[in-house]
T-cell receptor, first 116, second 111 residues
Framework: AQTVTQSQPEMSVQEAETVTLSCTYD???????LFWYKQPPSRQMILVIR??????QNATENRFSVNFQKAAKSFSLKISDSQLGDTAMYFC?????????????FGKGTKLSVIP | DTAVSQTPKYLVTQMGNDKSIKCEQN?????MYWYKQDSKKFLKIMFS???????INETVPNRFSPKSPDKAHLNLHINSLELGDSAVYFC??????????FGPGTRLTVL
């Protein structure tokens, strides 16, 4: 079974600074997808970024970028120019293509606080 | 223009009751899911449903049953509610094998 580990239960960052959230995963698969989802206090789960394992290039979405190290099974999220609206729980998730199912396996989350 | 919607957003009920949570998506997706988020914020898959094929997480009690009247809807029915069922339940949808988009969640409180 796949496991996803987020080793930082809580983090804080000053507004306008950069912060990196860590995620490691364990799988024997070669083809899979990785995601970061954000859950602000409103409870909504919002997709931040997606990475396909077959792509060597790291995904970026505006201020959000990932450092995907396939051999190390590491998938960290970097948030640049942090904004107050970035305050949220961040979940790393793994999805393995498989017969009959594409279920997400989530890490336990990192609570990020952006300090004015 | 809500993509994935759930009703109700909050549900408070007594132990032993039966309740349903509705989910609808207008994204044209062919796969829908139910996830449970516990009090420690941990998210776990309960069901996935694609083209009438149901994949059940083996840890889900059979008091929980998904019902899909059509591709745009996947409702969650819960029988004989227990205190431990209190959680936030999320519906999600996707094209088969693609990114999943979540509904706003339903906070269920069992008294």
């Amino acid at each position: 079974a796949q496991t996803v580990t987020q080793s930082q239960p809580e983090m804080s960052v000053q507004e306008a600074e950069t912060v990196t959230l860590s995620c490691t995963y364990d799988t024997s698969e070669n083809n899979y997808y990785l995601f970061w989802y954000k859950q602000p206090p409103s409870r909504q789960m919002i997709l931040v970024i997606r990475q396909e394992a077959y792509k060597q290039q790291n995904a970026t979405e505006n201020r959000f970028s990932v450092n995907f190290q396939k051999a190390a099974k590491s998938f960290s999220l970097k948030i640049s120019d942090s904004q107050l609206g970035d305050t949220a729980m961040y979940f790393c998730a793994f999805m393995k293509p498989g017969a009959g199912s594409y279920q997400l396996t989530f890490g336990k989350g990192t609570k990020l606080s952006v300090i004015p | 223009d809500t993509a994935v919607s759930q009703t109700p957003k909050y549900l408070v009920t007594q132990m032993g009751n039966d309740k349903s949570i509705k989910c609808e998506q207008n994204l044209g997706h062919d796969t829908m899911y139910w996830y449970k988020q516990d009090s420690k914020k941990f998210l776990k898959i309960m069901f996935s449903y694609n083209n009438k094929e149901l994949i059940i997480n083996e840890t889900v009690p059979n008091r929980f049953s998904p019902k899909s009247p059509d591709k745009a809807h996947l409702n969650l029915h819960i029988n004989s509610l227990e205190l431990g069922d209190s959680a936030v339940y999320f519906c999600a949808s996707s094209r088969w094998g693609d990114t999943q988009y979540f509904g706003p969640g339903t906070r269920l409180t069992v008294l």
